[in-house]
């Protein structure tokens, strides 16, 4: 299994149909990575499909999945895996993540919906991630998602997450901005939930904006700027596991480029501020 993936550095953009024509006259070294959505590039062809392959020869380049349903009640998307593979492939791709979620039942939900925070559930999603990963001939990432209820718990958000990277033996692709969300949601300490995360298995970040739908209401939309809090947790995230890779995702109410280049400067403000990293074995060593 190949263990070499999400070989990108610095700071990345979600790479959106709509930036097109505006990336080509972005110099090159002002963004270090992209990532993209698969469903939406796969099986295209014409001059999308030319886009892209202009730019995956122009960029490093990781992909973030919409739609396998890793805890879905459906069985395993393998066409869908076989297709990635592929794409990935002929694009020079190393790099997979998706939603530690579900989005099937049936047929499509159009929603990423929340896993039960349970053993069975731990032990399903585990199952599916073991069987993409030797589908795929790689390691993937898992990205903690937001979530709005948490239907029959017995576990923690924390305990959860934890048990499906220690159990799966997969990598964790850490949005630092759902946590903020979930901290306001669900009341708890965010800087301490940071704090408990394996640092070793972050192949990559996720910053993002939301939409303050009540003062203990938030929701994550990916459509406005990161606000100082969130920038405080990645610069956290920075202090305690090192430097990662980050990415700025933008995904409504996209505002114009030089604007996404702004705060593409603000990750690597926040890279540059970044204190030594003492190792710990004990707290990061695996299970």
Known sequence: MNNETFQVSGAGLGFRR????TLAEVETAQIDFLEVAPENWMGLG???DRSLREYTERYPFVTHGLSLSLGGPSPLDREFLLKLKQFM?????LGYSEHLSYCTDDGHLYDLMPIPFTEAAVKHVVSR???TQDILKQRIAIENVSYYAAPGAEMSELEFLLAVLNEADCDLLL???NIYVNSVNHGYDAAAFLAQIPGE????IHVAGHYNEAEDLLVDTHGADVIDPVWGLLQQSYDLFGVKPTLLERDFNIPPMDQL????HTIRDHQRRALPVVAEESRYARI
């Open 18 to 21: 709509c930036m097109i024509e």
């Open 46 to 48: 014409g001059r999308f």
């Open 89 to 93: 492939f002929d694009h020079n791709i």
């Open 129 to 131: 991630i073991h069987q």
């Open 175 to 177: 949005d630092v901005n």
């Open 201 to 204: 298995r972050i192949s990559y």
């Open 261 to 264: 280049l702004q705060e593409l």
